[in-house]
């Protein structure tokens, strides 16, 4: 199961003002089965001249692209998402030697079919992808599931409410009269990792399932 990285997370407390109000935070969660997956693949590139480093790289992605057209996927589901130049060099007793060129240009593609991913990433490789910089499961019901986890944010903070004004019997107003909605809906939920494409031989990839969560604040009156 995965959590969203970016999500604010609030302890679980109550404040208790001199103005008669209690502050409490609730927090709700949902989990559900991803059913997108977006995959970065990587060409990397060296030379000693930094034209043939682009134009290696330019055949090999080009390559590539033809491959996942030639798989059924469209000119949408390829993007580029980066794409790099810098130099590199090793060093042997402190001076840098065997100056060169890396080339590295990235595209993500974007799949429905989980079944596929094994395939995509075979063939991808075979025609000269050898980095897989990021692997990452969303849902298109992301609103919609979002929601629902807000929904039950606010539930755990009204229930927390009323535990605090029972417990010390103030006559609390079930009325919040101040929310206050902590987290920023991400566009994706992911597992990211940045590997080298041997690792796919012996590494399945698992999608498992994707949690989104909200927090709220909420003020009450009693």
């Known amino acids: 199961m995965y959590t969203y990285p970016n999500y604010y997370q609030t302890?679980?407390?109550a404040e208790v003002f001199s103005n008669r109000i209690i502050k409490v935070y609730g927090t709700g969660k949902v989990a559900v089965e991803p059913n997108i997956v977006s995959i970065q693949?990587?060409?990397i590139t060296e030379n000693q001249s930094l034209l043939l480093a682009q134009q290696e790289n330019a055949r090999l992605m080009n390559q590539v692209i033809q491959a996942l057209l030639e798989l059924g996927f469209s000119q949408k589901d390829i993007q580029t998402s980066s794409y790099n130049i810098r130099p590199i060099s090793d060093f042997k007793d402190g001076e840098p030697v065997n100056q060169r060129y890396q080339v590295v240009n990235t595209v993500q593609v974007t799949i429905t079919d989980f079944d596929q991913i094994g395939t995509i990433i075979d063939r991808a490789v075979q025609e000269g992808?050898?980095?897989v910089f990021a692997i990452?499961?969303?849902t298109n019901?992301?609103?919609t599931i979002y929601n629902q986890?807000?929904?039950n944010a606010l539930e755990d903070g009204a229930r927390k409410a009323r535990t605090i004004a029972q417990k010390?019997?103030?006559p609390l107003d079930p009325t919040p009269f101040e929310i206050i909605e902590q987290t920023v809906q991400p566009l994706v939920a992911h597992k990211a990792f940045s590997t080298s494409v041997e690792n796919f031989t012996t590494t399945p990839i698992?999608?498992?399932?994707i949690e989104i969560e909200a927090t709220v604040e909420l003020v009450y009156k009693y």
């Open 206 to 209: 698992q999608s498992g399932q």
């Open 129 to 131: 992808v050898n980095r």
């Open 168 to 170: 010390f019997h103030l």
């Open 41 to 43: 693949l990587g060409v």
């Open 136 to 138: 990452q499961f969303s």
């Open 11 to 13: 302890p679980v407390r």
């Open 149 to 151: 986890a807000l929904q």
């Open 141 to 143: 019901q992301q609103e």
